[in-house]
């Protein structure tokens, strides 16, 4: 493989006898910004969590830069190079900013981002660098869970539902750090249920309805309607 | 009277340091393994036997032995942890449980096996009768030395897991596994170093119970009950709980002792019970 | 394997005879053959309740023994204490257990899942040196049982074997049926259900905390029963014995594990398999149970379900069906259709 990508195909997922994800392909490749938007329950927090191997059950091939990451255990998968945002942050909320950010496999390693360079991005959680995670702000812990993410120096970022909960302001502001991470040659993922900011956000999408995709393309090739419509069903 | 009582409840504090070694590798072995370690007892029995082997056997003194066994008893524990504990650790609380249930009674038996069924004690050496005098009341130096262990252990231990990156990758891992594989860490290798140390706190636990009192191939389940009330006691994760937990039972039992010998080990049930009536989150709850 | 299938009803009718038999035992069995048949009804109980709690209420009990003690102690003081007729004391041990676990669940339950096991111990150690402070009850050596309430069990010494052992088998009869009726109630499609899936199982609107007290409460009267019927046989109380951690409580889970957890079949296969293997493995001394610890735990690392889950892979159904009905309707509540049949169950991603 010449470029790096991160391909999903025909993969499924299931919970119990619960299929929450049917048959379905994506890519993602370096330095891209892709959106999967869906509504509620569509399938798109499963998905990001069969990539990185987090899953129950799970069928189909998901491959990284051509080779098959599936059959990986998670901190393997995240080794390789794929890190998750997860939705709720999954902070540990009783150690303190500084333990959630150095704890990751590659900090303090030669080579990989360093701990000063998340302060640099975000000064506050270096002046809360000793409070426990649990005490902070929403956009606050979700800049942990940023921070700790790309401490594991990925190629690809999945974001699961960055902005849920935040303020407009704060979730402006973390959106504008995406380019800066994509410029770095970093392939990223971002699931939301708002339509309107991920997909100004990104290059292309997918659409998922009832754990299928059900659109998918450039944002502009399509009317407001017609994403609409494959978003809610018809 | 005034100084009975005193020597009762200076009694019951020394013997709680001796609980409080029984039940700090079984606190931590909680957060790892997610169910109470059924053999813990018979883990530390275990060890006083191999101490007693090695120090019989070579002629060493016994706090030698336990230096020669702590490494021994850390690769024990993270042996036990990656190829058996974890194998059946999950959700449930049921296959731990019961595979812990089955060393126990293995561990006992093939001590009976092994050993006799007769009583065996630790050689101290010159420190078992050693006395002290403190504000006029004659003190065995063994009691006050494990007293001093268990403040030490519980002091390393604090600052291990409080104030050490390998202790912040504990709490992270006990605190949310999933969340841990998702920044590259392996949960099972961190569960297995935890579970050395465990294996490490046994150890020492194991020495000062073979020095201060009998045992036989049945004084495990004994010693489980008593580290896991100083647990519950002391309040669920706070090291300096289990302390407080084992000096309130040992106080208990030293007070029922004074009543009638046979009511000792009732006593520390029976403030276990009520307490955990009035207070289930225990004396010192740490969250 | 459809054809394996067709044997279960001839063998539902011989496990049914199988039953029917054993109540005229005294008129078929010899007396020895009647005191290890009413030993066997006695630790069949026993598993029954220890799978009960186990296997389905996800109550990991340890502190079995306590409860058969309680049993034990107020048999003798009924009879040997207050003159009762030993028929009815034998009801009468039951309440008494029944009532000690009333506060006994208050308190264990208190604790989180993880402790309760333990806490169990806790309270049945404490049963026992109770018990061993009792006035009048022997202390700490234990009692025997005067010849006087012996004789009101029959004349003979063979009319008291066979009162025991009518005793003993209306209890095992009385234990599996209420514990077959209970799994296949409601409650007991909720325990199953929770088994395999908590936020189902309360989808199901089967209260689960209540259910598991119930269970507790219910398994407490027959462990007390079975200890009134067996000091009756004993003739005998001592707080080692009556509260044996060994006899009432660490045999009975290894029969239940190796026969079988969660199943009814497993507990009856592995306390029979005990009683076969028992006079020959008594002379292993100590490796007696260093063997039964090792299948236990071998039991849990290759296949959870234990004998009865090996037999059950070959034959294909359940002898006694309590469990399946329930997946079929979580199933269906759960997902509004069939469970998908013929897809193949691939892991991806094996846990690390």
């Known amino acids: 493989m010449s470029e790096p990508r991160l391909t999903v195909e025909g993969v499924s997922v299931y919970y119990g ?138 190629r690809f970022l999945l974001c699961d539902e960055i902005s849920l909960g935040l303020a407009p302001t704060v979730i402006a502001d973390l959106y504008a750090l995406l380019p800066g991470i994509r410029d770095r040659g970093i392939g990223i993922v971002l699931v939301e249920q708002d339509i309107g900011r991920s997909l100004r956000a990104s290059t292309r999408f997918y659409c998922m309805l009832e754990g299928r995709i059900s659109l998918s393309g450039s944002p502009d090739a399509f009317d407001r309607e017609t994403i609409t419509r494959s978003y809610f069903g018809s | 009277m005034v100084a009975a009582i005193v020597n009762t409840l200076v009694q019951g504090v020394l013997i709680g340091g001796l609980y409080a070694l029984f039940a700090l590798g079984l606190s931590l072995s909680v957060g790892v393994m997610r169910a109470v370690n059924v053999a813990h007892g018979d883990f530390i029995v275990v060890v006083s036997y191999l101490l007693l082997s090695i120090a019989t056997g070579f002629g060493l003194n016994i706090f030698l032995a336990l230096a020669l066994v702590l490494p021994v008893a850390f690769l024990g524990g993270f042996a036990l942890q990656r190829y058996l504990l974890q194998r059946v650790s999950g959700k449930a609380v049921l296959a731990p449980l019961l595979v812990t249930f089955g060393l126990a009674i293995i561990i006992q038996n093939g001590l009976l096996e092994g050993y006799g069924a007769d009583p065996r004690v630790l050689p101290g050496g010159a420190l078992e009768t050693k006395v002290v005098s403190i504000f006029g009341m004659q003190l065995g130096l063994m009691p006050l030395v494990t007293l001093a262990a268990a403040i030490v252990l519980i002091f390393a231990l604090d600052r291990l897991l409080y104030k050490s990156q390998v202790g912040a990758l504990i709490r992270a891992v006990s605190d949310d596994p999933g969340a841990a594989s998702l920044i590259g860490l392996s949960p099972n290798q961190v569960y297995g170093i935890a579970m050395g140390i465990v294996g490490m706190t046994v150890a020492v636990a194991a020495c000062f119970m073979g020095l201060r009192s009998n045992f036989d191939p049945a004084s495990g389940p004994g010693n489980l009950l008593i580290a896991f009330e100083s647990v519950v006691l002391g309040g669920l994760g706070s090291l300096w709980g289990t302390l407080a937990g084992g000096v309130v039972l040992g106080v208990a039992q030293g007070v029922g002792g004074q009543i009638d010998f046979a009511w000792q080990t009732l006593a520390g049930h029976i403030v276990f019970l009520a307490v955990l009536a009035v207070r289930p989150q225990g004396l010192f709850p740490r969250y | 394997m459809a054809k394996l299938t067709s044997y279960a009803a001839p063998l539902r009718g011989l496990l049914v005879l199988g039953a029917v038999a054993l109540a005229f035992g005294p008129w078929l069995f010899g007396g020895v053959t009647q005191i290890f048949l009413t030993q066997f009804f006695c630790m069949l109980v026993l598993a029954l309740m220890w799978n009960l709690l186990a296997g389905y209420a996800d109550i990991v009990t340890l502190g079995q023994h306590g409860f058969v003690g309680v049993g034990a102690y107020a048999l003798y003081g009924f009879t040997a204490l207050g003159g009762v007729n030993p028929f009815v004391a034998v009801l009468l041990a039951g309440l008494v257990a029944f009532l000690v676990a009333i506060p006994t669940m208050a308190l264990v339950f208190r604790l989180r899942a993880v402790y309760l096991a333990v806490g169990t111990w806790v309270v049945a150690e404490a049963l026992m040196l109770t018990a061993g402070k009792l006035p009048g009850l022997g202390q700490g050596s234990g009692a025997s049982l005067p010849v006087a309430v012996a004789r009101m069990l029959g004349a003979t010494p063979s009319a008291r074997f066979a009162s025991i052992y009518w005793l003993a088998f209306a209890l095992a009869l009385a234990a599996f049926l209420t514990t077959y009726l209970l799994l296949r109630s409601r409650i007991g499609l909720g325990l199953t259900a929770m088994r395999d899936n908590e936020e189902a199982a309360g989808a199901m609107g089967v209260d689960l905390r209540r259910a598991r007290i119930l269970c507790f409460l219910l398994t407490a009267p027959f462990l007390g029963v079975a200890g009134a019927v067996i000091t009756l046989q004993k003739l005998r109380v001592s707080p080692m014995s009556s509260f044996s951690v060994n006899e009432w409580t660490v045999f009975v889970i290894f029969n239940v594990v190796i026969g079988g957890i969660g199943s009814l079949e497993g507990p009856i296969l592995g306390t029979l398999l005990f009683f076969v293997l028992r006079d020959h493995l008594a002379d292993l001394g100590p490796w007696h149970l260093i063997v039964l610890g090792a299948l236990s735990i071998a039991t849990m690392l290759l296949e959870p379900r234990g004998l009865w889950g090996l037999a059950r892979r070959a034959l294909n159904f359940d002898l006694i069906p309590v469990s399946r009905a329930p997946s079929r309707e979580f199933a269906a509540r759960f997902q509004g259709g069939p469970t998908p049949q013929g897809e193949r169950e691939i892991s991806a991603h094996p846990a690390e």
Not at chain 1, 48 to 65: S, Y
């Open chain 1, 17 to 154: 006898p619960f299929r929450a994800v049917h048959d379905v392909s994506l890519t993602v490749g370096a330095g891209e910004i892709v959106s999967v938007i869906g509504a509620n329950g569509a399938g798109k927090s499963s998905l990001l969590k069969a990539i990185v191997g987090q899953a129950d059950r799970c069928e189909g091939r998901i491959a990284m830069n051509g080779a098959d990451i599936g059959r990986m255990g998670t901190p393997a998968i995240v080794r390789a190079g794929v890190a998750l945002v997860p939705e709720g942050r999954r902070l540990f909320p009783n150690l303190t900013v500084e333990e959630n950010l150095s704890l990751g496999w590659r900090v303090g390693r030669r080579g990989g981002p360093r701990l000063a360079d998340v302060y640099d991005i975000f000064p506050v959680l270096k002046e809360r660098r000793s409070s426990p995670a649990r005490v902070l702000s929403g956009g606050q812990q979700q800049m942990v869970a940023l921070g700790r993410a790309l401490l594991a120096d990925p």
